[in-house]
């Protein structure tokens, strides 16, 4: 294995610092996330990923698993980038492309953050793991928890479509389905946990957004190491927005990128979208949703993230911004998206198309900047909520 940087554990909000060799989960002081902070005053040259494995393991020096033989992986990472060709010749958008995570294990972004969370468990000696989800979390922590010998413990609402009950449970996990939304789900975890089984839900451990962070670094090395001007995000519990963000600035100090012009867009459903209410009343955090409605994207459907500060703060560095898109707005982009370029993708990669379309025509989005935009999942798992 390459020489690896990961130094120690910190809490983003007070600054605690925590030892990378035992079991962490958040900061006990403040009950914020902690983030793996990295030695980068180090030699390492981008020309040594010249040869390497098509993965997000081609990254190792900067993720947080010290041996190779604990890296659980079933070929996550490295999706396509594709270009928009047609869509940015109509939209009049000089550079717009897709960040396409539907092809990962189980079929969604979520394969990244868990094979890394399930990695550093295994390396930490963890037996069981739990998680809450809305689907793709649950059948992406089943997959890697089969691969590693953890017994895993799934909480979803019973509302998830079916296909990812069946998905988690042909792995071998134990799966509970819980009246109401994902908090519901933590609820009812919370309870049936007695602290024996490594609670994983988005950012009350440190490595899932180690494992989203990648999404950053491949962004980067697929422009040739030149930005994007903007990239839009959905943002249920924000693992993705926040790794991205913190990639570029890791790059940044690698001296890989001299500049971060981008700004970051969290994209939301209209009836769950506690970020864009913080933000358009200048928020730090975020309060709870209340009700949250049905959608056709269960991804968005979370009432207050855990990592809600962190959410806030990228938002507010990158000069960046969120939007709240409804579902009808998500079946014309999925429809749109699919007639024109081919691709079905999921509902909350279509939120996100619907969101850049909006931006775009009030002008926040300029016609000669490069746009990004991220599907993270696949359209087939999501069928049941599309009829």
């Not at 120690?8 to 006990?28: A, M, P, Q, S, V």
């Not at 550079?95 to 189980?106: F, I, V, W």
């Amino acid at each position: 294995m390459k020489k690896n940087f990961y130094s120690h554990l910190k809490c983003h909000y007070c600054g605690r610092i925590y030892d990378k060799n035992e079991i962490n989960t958040f900061c006990k002081d403040d009950n914020q996330p902690l983030e793996a902070v990295y030695d980068l005053n180090q030699s390492w040259s981008k020309e040594s990923l010249n040869g390497r494995p098509s993965n997000m393991w081609r990254y190792e020096e900067v993720l947080p698993v010290l041996k190779k033989e604990n890296q659980m992986s079933l070929g996550e990472g490295f999706s396509p980038l594709l270009n928009l060709e047609k869509l940015g010749k109509i939209y009049n958008q000089s550079q717009l492309l897709l960040k396409d995570e539907s092809g990962n294990p189980t079929g969604s972004f979520k394969a990244r953050g868990i094979s890394m969370a399930v990695s550093k468990a295994k390396e930490l000696g963890v037996k069981e793991m739990c998680i809450p989800t809305a689907g793709n979390a649950g059948s992406a922590l089943s997959a890697y928890c089969a691969k590693a010998d953890i017994k895993a413990h799934i909480y979803m609402p019973e509302a998830t479509p079916k296909v990812f009950q069946l998905d988690c449970e042909i792995m071998g996990a134990n799966v509970t389905k819980v009246s109401g939304n994902i908090s519901d789900a933590a609820h009812q975890m919370k309870i049936e946990n007695d602290s024996s089984w490594f609670d994983i839900t988005t950012l009350k451990e440190p490595f899932r957004l180690e494992g989203k962070k990648t999404m950053g670094y491949e962004i980067a090395e697929q422009l040739n190491w030149k930005l994007p001007d903007v990239i839009l995000y959905p943002t249920g519990g924000g693992t993705g927005l926040i790794g991205i963000w913190k990639a570029f600035k890791e790059l940044k100090k690698l001296g890989w990128i001299d500049t971060i012009p981008t700004r970051m867009v969290a994209v939301q459903g209209d009836g769950c979208d506690p970020v864009v209410q913080s933000f358009n009343e200048n928020r730090e955090d975020v309060d709870k949703y209340e009700n949250p409605a049905e959608t056709i994207a269960n991804g968005l459907r979370v009432p207050k993230p855990f990592g809600d500060r962190m959410i806030m703060k990228t938002l507010y560095e990158s000069n960046g911004t969120a939007i709240a898109i409804s579902d009808d707005e998500m079946k014309d982009a999925l429809s749109e998206l699919s007639k024109t370029e081919g691709l079905f993708i999921s509902p909350e990669g279509a939120g996100v198309w619907s969101a850049y379309k909006k931006l775009k025509a009030n002008n926040w989005i300029k016609a000669n900047e490069s746009v990004v935009l991220l599907n993270t999942g696949s359209a087939y798992k999501y069928v049941e909520n599309l009829y």
